[in-house]
């Protein structure tokens, strides 16, 4: 973690957003600062339950837009949440200008967060179970018989499992070719796929970086694990809202979704004419934050604030995780209270409106940054009634208008491993 000059800077100057708002960054920032969700009553056309109440789903033509960014020889290699990464990236290469195509596609670097697989699934075995029959007792002989020899399981099974889907189809699609990595665990494998692509730039091992998350949660067994463990929402309420950082929330959304980024030395994008949207000054992952504590963590935001030359009253906003699942909030607002307690620095997050997206999480912040930037607004936390805590700013009631110089976004992962990305209004080294 070190401050940079402002040649050596990094800049995101493209961003794709598929997410349950729609596609775009546009609806996603209308509809935070509208106070709109995004989350509707689970659907699935292979699973009937009444434990999961509500998802951030992707819309239906959305889903087909994804599909069809993908060309039709190549669709049997990836799934739905990987044909949205596929989507998101081709939004963001397209904002990023028309000079990505003289970059070489062997420098051109691609690292991607990847949520856990919905593959295998029930889905997997649709095939092999319809050809059984219907009204049949389960003769798991015969099953085993279909699926194995007959070929009644989806052939592609174990492409669609691999931790490196998404990587390997957005490649194939976009033709990057350069430095890259894969990587899993939630949020926090999206921060660190933005440190690789710092690494990456600065070291000068690629020209310029595609940084994806991507995944989706609708997978039954992932959702039952979820529920058992107590993190998802009953919709007491009967409203189907997230309630992040609320007396009365009762437990997180799950959601799916990609967010694609582009990323390049500020130079360069200053020399081909491109718009840098966000500077992204440092990150950091907490490896051994599982059981370390809130004040270990906040330590290590503390160092990240201060190496960059940003105090801990200096602070423009902190957009939090506000996951809402039992014991994160209070987790985080711990945490926060430990670096900003008086300092009056505002707390806001959209989780309320998309729902929780994992691996993608960081990066629709690192997103919406730019968006606070370019609007001098801070949207407010959507259905935050009784705040869990009083020692911390949660922007309530409406956007708040101000200039804001500078964000730090905070996230722990179902895995308890914390992790944090500090950024920038562009051309404002040594403003807060």
């Given amino acids: 973690m070190t401050t940079e000059h402002s040649d050596q800077s990094i800049v995101v100057t493209g961003t794709g957003v598929v997410l349950p708002t729609g596609r775009h960054i546009t609806p996603l920032w209308d509809a935070w600062t509208d106070g709109k969700p995004a989350i509707s009553p689970y659907l699935d056309p292979l699973v009937s339950t009444r434990r999961i109440t509500h998802f951030g789903h992707v ?27 596929v989507l998101a990236a081709q939004d963001a290469i397209t904002e990023a200008g028309p000079g990505w195509a003289t970059i070489d596609d062997h420098r051109r670097g691609l690292f991607v967060a990847q949520d856990n697989s919905t593959t295998p699934s029930i889905g997997t ?26 070929g009644g399981l989806d052939p592609f099974t174990i492409i669609h499992a691999l931790n490196n889907n998404t990587l390997a189809l957005v490649s194939i699609v976009h033709e990057l070719r350069g430095d890259c990595a894969a990587l899993v665990q939630g949020e926090s494998a999206a921060v660190t796929a933005l440190q690789r692509a ?64 582009v ?16 500077e992204l000054c440092d990150t950091v992952v907490v490896s051994g934050s599982r059981g370390a504590g809130p004040a270990h963590v906040a330590g290590r935001y503390e160092g990240m604030l201060h190496q960059n030359g940003i105090g801990t009253e200096q602070l423009g906003a902190v957009l939090a995780d506000g996951k809402a699942a039992p014991g994160y909030d209070t987790t985080e607002i711990e945490l926060l209270t430990t670096l900003f307690k008086g300092s009056g620095i505002p707390v806001s997050t959209v989780r309320p409106i998309t729902g929780t997206p994992g691996a993608a999480g960081p990066l629709v912040d690192l997103a919406l940054a730019g968006q606070i930037f370019t609007e001098n607004t801070l949207p407010a936390i959507a259905h935050l009634g009784d ?14 208008k101000q200039r804001i110089d500078s964000v730090l976004g905070t996230y722990t992962n179902f895995n308890g491993i914390s992790s944090a990305v500090l950024a920038k209004r562009p051309d404002t080294a040594g403003a807060a």
Wanted: with cysteine; proline share 5%; aromatic share 6%.
């Fill in 125 to 150: 075995f649709a095939r092999g179970l319809t050809q059984l029959g219907e009204g049949r007792e389960i003769d798991f002989g015969a099953v085993t018989n279909e699926l194995l020899i007959n």
């Fill in 198 to 261: 710092k690494f990456s730039l600065r070291n000068g091992h690629c020209d310029i970086a595609l940084v994806v998350g991507a995944g989706s949660y609708n997978e039954p067994l992932t959702l039952a694990g979820h529920y058992r463990l107590g993190h998802l929402s009953k919709d007491a309420g009967g409203d189907g809202q997230l309630r992040s950082f609320d007396s009365a929330q009762d437990g997180t959304i799950l959601s799916e979704g990609a967010v694609a980024l």
């Fill in 59 to 85: 819309p239906a033509e959305v889903v087909e837009q994804s599909r069809e960014a993908v060309p039709h020889r190549q669709r049997k290699y990836g799934t739905p949440y990987t044909f949205n990464a």
């Fill in 263 to 278: 990323l390049e030395r500020s130079r360069d994008a200053t020399a081909r004419g491109a718009t840098p949207l966000v």
């Fill in 387 to 400: 705040p869990l805590s009083d020692q911390l700013e949660f922007v309530r009631g409406g956007p708040r």
